[in-house]
T-cell receptor, first 112, second 115 residues
Framework: DAKTTQPPSMDCAEGRAANLPCNHS???????VYWYRQIHSQGPQYIIH???NNETNEMASLIITEDRKSSTLILPHATLRDTAVYYC?????????????FGAGTQVVVTP | GAVVSQHPSWVICKSGTSVKIECRSL??????MFWYRQFPKQSLMLMAT?????????EQGVEKDKFLINHASLTLSTLTVTSAHPEDSSFYIC???????????FGDGTRLSIL
């Protein structure tokens, strides 16, 4: 699986957009980008995934650069409940049964 | 959205006891289920992967006789921690996925404390 690099922490203000970067410069052509988040003492929550096109759902938007070497998760209007550790993972979805390897992620703290 | 239920959410028991944790996919058929462990201030570590009706595949360093996994149906997997000791105390989390590119969905975890 391609390795990802994320900043260890980010602060953002409530109500503002939160832009979370992820670098995956060694991504291969059939690897997808997945984003999960883990709120303290809970299991991870799936947010969004994509291959090369930008994606949007009710939670967030995923912007993938044209060369696919990096991506940005956008939380359009951050709330206090968005405080969590955010994980960016790249992998072939059906390879090795689709198992995920979690890195350290980005600790996002949303402040009032 | 897809829902994965994990039970119990927390358990405290004496050293030497065996503990069973259940993981159910409530609204989809889980062809593959995964078990993770997470120690305080650390990331999730994959323990094992199981496909319905077949033996689990364990990650390196995980004792298969210690952590028994059963995936008897497309909606249920169980993890049994046998003869648990204080060093087995951790946050155990299951996840499940359907076919194709469907993402994994996670349970809310089980906090296990062995006294």
């Amino acid at each position: 699986d391609a390795k990802t690099t994320q900043p260890p922490s980010m602060d953002c203000a409530e109500g503002r957009a939160a832009n979370l970067p992820c670098n995956h410069s060694t991504i291969s052509g059939n690897e997808y980008v997945y984003w999960y988040r883990q709120i303290h003492s809970q299991g991870p929550q799936y947010i969004i995934h994509g291959l090369k096109n930008n994606e949007t759902n009710e939670m967030a938007s995923l912007i993938i650069t044209e060369d696919r070497k990096s991506s940005t998760l956008i939380l359009p209007h951050a709330t206090l409940r968005d405080t969590a550790v955010y994980y960016c993972i790249v992998r072939v979805p059906t390879d090795s049964w689709g198992k995920l390897q979690f890195g350290a992620g980005t600790q996002v703290v949303v402040t009032p | 959205g897809a829902v994965v239920s994990q039970h119990p959410s927390w358990v405290i028991c004496k050293s030497g006891t065996s503990v069973k944790i259940e993981c159910r996919s409530l609204d989809f058929q889980a062809t593959t289920m995964f078990w993770y462990r997470q120690f305080p201030k650390q990331s999730l570590m994959l323990m094992a992967t199981s496909n319905e009706g077949s033996k689990a595949t364990y990650e390196q360093g995980v004792e298969k006789d210690k952590f028994l996994i059963n995936h008897a149906s497309l909606t249920l997997s169980t993890l049994t921690v046998t003869s648990a000791h204080p060093e087995d105390s951790s946050f155990y989390i299951c996840s499940a996925r359907g076919k194709g590119i469907q993402p994994q969905h996670f349970g809310d975890g089980t906090r296990l404390s062995i006294l």
